[in-house]
DNA sequence: ATAATAGTGTCTATCAGACATTATCGG
DNA sequence: CCGATAATGTCTGATAGACACTATTAT
């Protein structure tokens, strides 16, 4: 019709400047588990536009410098202050690119999303880019569009102590924070499309772990089999019989390896003392664990 | 630590030219069935680099014009020189972004890789831009990595005449082409980090098709089961029992619909005419249609 | 003692897969 | 008739989910 691509793709070759450029840039849903509740990691926005209001962390990937990959662990340890050590521990993984061209008022940008989770990490974010960088539970921010059917309502579940993760040393923590009620209602109002990614990445989330061993990425190294559901319910949103998901969760090859010591921490209202487990070698489950009815075919 | 960022938003509010560039492209893996055979719609580049070769179709996102499923589904029909109309049939979804910094000798580019299915389509890839524009059988292109345990292997099925979809008039046909043996061998290797992209893309259509009815968007408006199997034992390379395959499908609610009709074109090779149905109004499929033994646990 | 939890056992409905059977068509 | 296919039926092993039960610990 016009050989105008190949032209185009000439004038490239020798000037890259020659067009109207779009900008890339990389944004991170970054999830953890706090007292059993999800929070996300955002950032207060310092400047233009949507200036004080919350955002995704993120930012500009460096031109012949860094994969995308590389520029979303950069942004994450940036906003989160940790070191890559601490990083390691953490699951990255590309989440899906938005580029409608009005995304940004100031000029046509092209986000690449990842989608990582991590477990409770410090909430401190010294230093770095991100003075305003905090975990924000996520019933306080509003929903990306309508109200999500498979949202995960907080079902109120027995409020376990120790059922999330935190790192190493995460032995007492008789509960960081007063089990205050639901926090403030969901008011937050994430810039750009930002909640349109969150929603994708909530979604992406609660699927990947059914067939994937990743929600034990929200742990600390090791943890109780109590604790791998809490993190189940949390995502999903929805309660499961306990003593079918311990013998599901043992039956799958390659999910958990028993290290041979129980909690030294036992439950806080009586019980038994768990076995500790730490994730096995296996990439994907299978049989995978299915969410609780999903309503014959969803259509 | 710099604050940097900040810098870099406010000056980019002012100057869209004050970095060095990325570029943004779009790439689509489309995928079609011939003669029971998976075929790619590759491109013969008209310029350095890769003069000559073959690679996917796609082209550069117009700054502040179009969205990325916009671009992504403008190159398709330029490379096919279909219509709107004819791409309503065709599934396009977003696959994911690459841009490692290297990737292209010219300059830093991230493109944005989409997956199509698409029924039979006719040849021609009239005027447009893709004078060199062909449906390539994937036995020909050489493999992205190692060879991939789950590629799928012409196992040599029956070789049904109309299990291709073929459009709204897919009625004769008795064998487009020659039964040709499988193709020249892999021989043919895609540009720049195309055969990953690729991989990528297979890897995504076996399991997108195993828990959502896109398989149909391979085939005609109506169809048998049997050409839906052999979709399925095409796609995933491994042949499926008949009768179970049938009751399953059947079993599915919202699959597939009962049109009244058989077909009037029954097996070369005697046999009933067979019920003919048509996309069910499903978006997932419930239970999935799971691949034969991947093997306890893949790890 | 009471309540809550860890872990295991049992039963049932459901489903995937193997196999068989009947009917229909081309050659 | 023979061979291949469409469509349905039957059987078995595996699994998810409901439920029950015992043991252990905090209060």
């Known amino acids: 019709m016009d050989g105008s691509k190949a032209e185009r793709q000439f004038l490239a070759a020798y000037d890259p400047r020659a067009f109207e450029p779009i900008a890339v840039t990389v944004d991170v849903v970054a999830l953890t588990l706090r007292a059993d509740r999800l929070h996300l990691l955002a950032v207060r ?6 200036h004080g209001e919350w955002a995704l962390p993120g930012g500009f990937v460096r031109a012949g410098q860094e994969s995308l990959d590389e520029a979303a662990a950069r942004e994450l340890a940036e906003e989160t202050g940790l070191a890559a050590s601490a990083l390691g521990r953490v699951h990255l993984e590309q989440l899906g690119s938005y580029g409608r061209p009005d995304r940004d008022p100031r000029m046509h940008v092209v986000s690449v999303a990842y ?3 991590a477990p409770g990490l410090p909430d401190a974010q010294a230093g770095s880019d991100a003075a305003g960088a905090a975990w924000l539970p996520l019933e306080a921010i509003a929903r990306g569009g309508q109200p999500d059917p498979v949202a995960p309502r907080p079902f109120e579940q027995g409020r376990r102590p120790g059922a999330h993760g935190g790192g190493p040393g995460r032995r007492p923590l008789p509960a960081q924070q007063p089990p205050a009620r639901h926090a403030p209602p969901g008011d937050i109002h994430l810039a750009f499309d930002h909640p349109e990614i969150l929603a994708d990445g909530l979604e992406r989330a609660r699927a990947k ?3 994937t ?3 034990t990425a929200f742990l600390g190294e090791t943890f109780t089999i109590s604790e791998l559901r809490a993190v189940y319910e949390t ?15 043992l039956s799958v090859p390659g999910f958990v390896e028993s290290t041979g010591a129980t909690d030294g921490r036992p439950g806080s209202r009586g019980g038994p003392r768990a076995r500790l487990y730490q ?4 990439t994907l489950l299978h049989p995978a664990l299915l969410r609780p009815d999903r309503e014959a075919t969803i259509r």
Do not use: Q, S
């Not at 926005?45 to 949507?50: I, K, T």
């Open 45 to 50: 926005r310092g400047g233009p536009p949507y």
């Open 235 to 249: 995502v999903w949103g929805a309660p499961l019989h306990a003593g079918n998901f311990h013998r599901k969760v």
């Open 115 to 117: 989608l990582a989770f």
């Open 209 to 211: 772990i059914e067939y």
């Open 279 to 282: 994730a096995g070698d296996a």
């Open 213 to 215: 061993p990743l929600a």
